[in-house]
């Protein structure tokens, strides 16, 4: 890829296009666009801009193209493999200021909102009319940068990722051309599927501008529940139960017991260090959830429970679930001076305790520590491996082990990344799990982005 | 478009690819793939070909690329919208050999099958575990045409479209090549988002050879139920209200009265001749869904409901949904010299009753006659405009009214299509639905399908 180096007229070019605020080549502006919250190396951009309007994005998009000059979107820098570090420099979008809930239409459980919008804000907005935006990553992401990266987490079990809350989104091509692609309509059956197309591109094939985002009733009623297991097989066991019996739940999710004593000691939870099982209920009346708790129980006594808390209210469920995204940056506290590397993958049910088995084998002939959680209900793995900054050795061992981990993962029948996206750190295992459709996609970007210059370097290793 | 025409040698080389009861060019195999269920008129191929592996399929298309010859993709031939009749004949591959369940696989809520299964026969092997495959269009459709067509039917607003129960996909693409896409782990943020691109492209980018469809656990248990209201809108406030309480029905379907008095005539349901509801819930017991049930109960009250009948079991349920899914056929019987125009719009909730009125007053005033029915809970409204055979003046009107009916919809913000596809009927309304992304459309079939050969003639205008 041959990219103009950003000089000063290009510079000149993209200062006149915004606010004499909304354009900076400020060290410290650099900085803060040069890094997302993954192990991955920082790399500054050469500008910022920040634009606040769809025209403002097609004017720097059309001028870029034209100037072959990167540009790569930014959410929050809550992205956990490199998706929005600017690889070749050039322009950072920082889509921030493009933050307006443009409409809450309650009645068709929609909201329009700008990218830039953070999710939980959004929620804040949608609690006074009893509704919410089901995905939830944790980390306070933009509904941009979700679409970016087809976020999801927990609730997604039963509410879907981003993929399936998202109707209609207004793009801006890498030309400065703006399609508008969905409806408003609930289903259709209207032409390509433009739209998923875009939903989990990382920004490398378009920027998303506006989007119409489905919406879910909040729950008239919540009960969450706190299940442990002598054995990961046996918790495993326990969600699959849980699932085929349809007891829906909103979620479901497994922590080794190195996760559970990490969350006892920063929050006091009194768990026992046993692999446990988060599960969360939604329904439309109190009674309703107890008939469910009560088959629940059933459920994860016959596959070995060791104990099985219910009834906890929302104030407990949120301490629990607060605990449960506040994971990442316990172990980071448990480990100074320690980088982490996350490894997100996902197989399907039937291989998911092996998965597990697999990793834990894996981890301690490498003689490496790694904390392993995972959304069990979608078969959704994390493993966090820890090591100290600047030891080249067990850095090396733990990118070997991450690798065969994500190998496993596709010998399986599943996928390279089961929610982070491929960013920079999963390039390499695209050819691994798609074969000859990865040229498809490659043919995709030079379609739709035909100079190469939305993220450049992502998602296809160069 | 330019094509050859199906000379003899191509018909001796496409004869050679497969055994030779599997080629025909016989008048009444011609016939039999030349129309489908729509009002759309019948176009016969030259040939008709039925392969049984994808490396026939592959062969077939890569001598159909190389000779410019249309093959157009042949299921049962239940659609809707005249999807898969040969505009510009050439060759139809009918699948209806390729119809072996290839794997069941319990654990994962997963079955790999090739296209031509219908989905009533893989219902009937999964009963037995206990799962099955949720899309239900009503005709003993196959997976591979309602992959074309993104199906779905009265279980859509619980389970999804058959969009969202593909998980992976073979196909062979124009020019012959085979690419795998998606994956088999329940959730991916692994690169682009082909699968949901081949989904609804009603075989114009390529012929699905292989499908891993995603399942569900059958619910333990099942209740019905069936409410009469005054109007359409009051039954439509109780849709609304039945959702945003998050009872979760596994089905919601409207009816006009005329619709009801069809039913009570030729299934004796002995139902109040009004605006009336048919709902179903699924769930893990008894109890649990006499609960969802009093809630039900109580909101479609407040909503105005003239008469509940609650507690509906499975044989009950089962002849009503039998009479609703008959329903297209009904409303022939009862006009015989008629033809039956479907017109499937799909709107915001918001403007759901307010379509209902348009189409109604649009109907009295045009004195067409019409049944109305839906898929309420998604916003699907079908109106069968019914005119004589032959009477072109009142065909002209038919055509017409149909028109306005889809023009509304999409200044609803809804969508030209809810289930039935683009076919022929609807390409007339693509540029207004999708503006300039309508061309990006275009240039993705030119991408997959250079030369044109994949069932010509459809989504798009020539």
């Known amino acids: 890829m041959i990219f103009s180096p950003l000089n000063d007229a290009h510079k000149n070019a993209f200062r006149s296009m915004v606010a004499p605020d909304r354009f900076s080549t400020g060290k410290s502006h650099l900085n803060l666009h040069a890094a997302d919250q993954s192990f991955h190396a920082p790399r500054r951009p050469d ?3 920040w ?22 979107a930014w959410g929050a820098g ?31 459980f929609q909201a329009d909102v700008e990218p830039g919008v953070i ?20 980390a306070r992401a933009t509904i941009g940068g979700m679409i970016a990266n087809n976020a999801s987490g927990p609730h997604t079990i039963r509410y879907g990722s981003t993929r399936d809350c998202i109707l209609r989104l207004t793009v801006v091509l890498a030309g400065g051309k703006v399609i508008r692609i969905g409806t408003r309509a ?37 009960s969450a529940a706190v299940a442990a297991f002598p054995t990961l097989e046996s918790a495993g066991q326990a969600v699959r139960e849980i699932i085929r019996a349809g007891l829906d739940p909103a979620a479901l999710e497994l922590m080794g017991p190195e996760c559970i004593d990490l969350m006892n000691r920063e929050h006091r939870l009194g768990l026992v260090g046993l692999p446990t099982i988060f599960m969360e209920f939604h329904g439309p009346s109190r009674e309703h959830l107890e008939t469910i708790l009560a088959l629940a129980r059933e459920l994860c006594r016959e596959a070995g429970s060791t104990a099985f808390h219910s009834g906890l209210g929302r104030e407990a469920r949120d301490r629990i679930f607060r605990a449960r995204h506040e994971l990442g940056e316990m172990i980071l506290r ?16 039937s ?17 490496l520590t790694g904390y392993i959680f995972s959304h069990a209900g979608d078969g959704n793995l994390h493993v966090n491996l820890v090591g100290p900054k600047g030891d080249d050795g067990v850095w090396a061992r733990i990118d ?63």
């Not at 949608?126 to 944790?138: E, N, S």
């Not at 990382?202 to 501008?209: N, P, S, Y």
Request: with cysteine; glycine share 12%.
């Open 119 to 138: 999710y939980q804000d959004l929620n804040n907005q949608l609690r006074f009319k009893g509704l919410f935006f089901p995905p939830d990553p944790g």
């Open 351 to 367: 291989a998911y305790s092996e998965m597990i088995g697999c990793a834990q084998k894996e981890m301690h002939r490498s003689s």
């Open 186 to 222: 609930s289903k259709t059956s209207s032409g390509y599927d433009l739209l998923h197309l875009f939903i989990g591109s990382e920004g490398t094939l378009g920027l998303v501008v506006e989007a119409t985002v489905r919406l879910s009733g909040l729950p008239e009623a919540l």
């Open 47 to 49: 500008a910022v801009i």
């Open 334 to 349: 448990r480990h100074p001076g320690c980088r982490v590397r996350v490894v997100d993958i996902a197989v399907p049910a």
């Open 51 to 72: 634009p606040v309007d769809r025209e403002e994005v097609s004017r720097i998009l059309s001028y870029a193209d034209a100037h072959r000059i990167p540009v790569t």
């Open 78 to 108: 809550t992205s956990m493999e490199g998706n929005p570090i600017p690889l070749f420099g050039g322009l950072v979008a920082d889509f921030s200021r493009m933050n307006r809930i443009l409409d809450i239409r309650g009645t068709d």
């Open 400 to 462: 070997e082990l991450a690798g065969r981990m994500v190998e496993q993962a596709l010998l399986f029948g599943g996928t390279a990344t089961g929610e982070h996206g491929v960013g920079i750190g999963k390039r390499g295992f695209m050819e691994a799990e798609h074969g000859p459709s990865l040229e498809w996609m490659r043919r995709v970007k030079a379609l739709f982005d035909p100079k190469g210059i939305l993220n450049p370097g992502k998602i296809f290793l160069v």
